[in-house]
């Protein structure tokens, strides 16, 4: 464990599985107390909480479903009360469709509750966190956020039209608020990835259809598809003093998938 982030409060939005964990563990080694929250899946998230704790990190668990007010407004309430700040956001839930949780649907025959999901958790979740944690920041003069965006904004395919909607709006959040934030000295940028190993999306992805790991790495210039800790060592990077410099960015982590 080192200290970059000693005495730091690090708060994780989806990290109860994939980028979101990852990400979570990797604050924590660098010294953060780090804030674990999912919607529902309560089980991933515990399970994260002991992988911190028996790498003898520090980290809490609070429940929230970052579509509805009440509960992200209590999220960061409660964080900042168990831990005195919050110093870094990464907002990071999300869903998508995998073919399992949510199918493949094309905008014509997208039903409405499909697309309200889709919405209200990666758009509206994103600026419901954002609205509460700049709250914060506002109140320590300091602060940096990092939303979860995707290649998904500039590489379309069929079937995720309410995805890439809802990826899109959250850059437009991210540069927005990066503007509203900079006379405050709070950064807001926002991580782009490719297809990502170890993820729910990918996995199931894989099971409905084997070859498609395969097929999706013949698509990227480097070969392969991202790993979870190259998203969280950006993350990282830009909570980090070592960008102090760069705010409204989006930036891809994607083998150069986006070039081609």
């Not at 609070?62 to 919050?86: F, M, P, T, W």
């Not at 190259?230 to 150069?256: P, Q, R, Y």
Request: aromatic share 6%; charged share 20%; hydrophobic share 40%.
């Amino acid at each position: 464990m080192t200290s970059k982030f000693q005495g730091k409060v690090a708060l994780v939005t989806g990290s109860a599985s994939g980028i979101g964990r990852i990400t979570a563990q990797a604050f924590a080694l660098e010294g953060a107390k780090v804030i674990v929250t999912t919607g529902s899946n309560i089980k991933g998230a515990e399970e994260t909480l002991r992988l911190i704790k028996d790498a003898g990190g520090e980290a809490s668990f609070i429940q929230c479903d970052v579509s509805k007010a009440q509960d992200v407004e209590a999220l960061i309430n409660k964080a900042v009360e168990r831990y005195g700040s919050l110093d870094f956001a990464f907002n990071n839930a999300g869903v998508g469709p995998d073919g399992v949780r949510i199918p493949f649907v094309s905008l014509a025959d997208c039903p409405e509750d499909i697309w309200d999901r889709t919405i209200n958790t990666n758009l509206k979740g994103v600026w419901l966190c954002l609205k509460y944690e700049i709250r914060q920041m506002l109140k320590q003069k300091h602060g940096a956020i990092v939303n979860t965006s995707s290649v998904g904004t500039v590489k379309f395919d069929p079937g995720f039209g309410a995805y890439a909607a809802s990826k899109t709006g959250v850059i437009a959040l991210t540069k927005t608020a990066a503007v509203e934030c900079a006379p405050f000295g709070i950064r807001v940028n926002a991580v782009c990835p490719g297809p990502t190993a170890h993820t729910g999306l990918s996995e199931n992805t894989s099971n409905t259809n084997p070859e498609g790991h395969d097929k999706i790495a013949q698509r990227i210039p480097l070969g392969r598809l991202t790993q979870p800790e190259e998203i969280a060592n950006a993350v990282l990077w830009l909570c980090s003093d070592a960008s102090s410099f760069t705010t409204g960015n989006a930036v891809s982590v994607d083998g150069g998938f986006t070039l081609i």
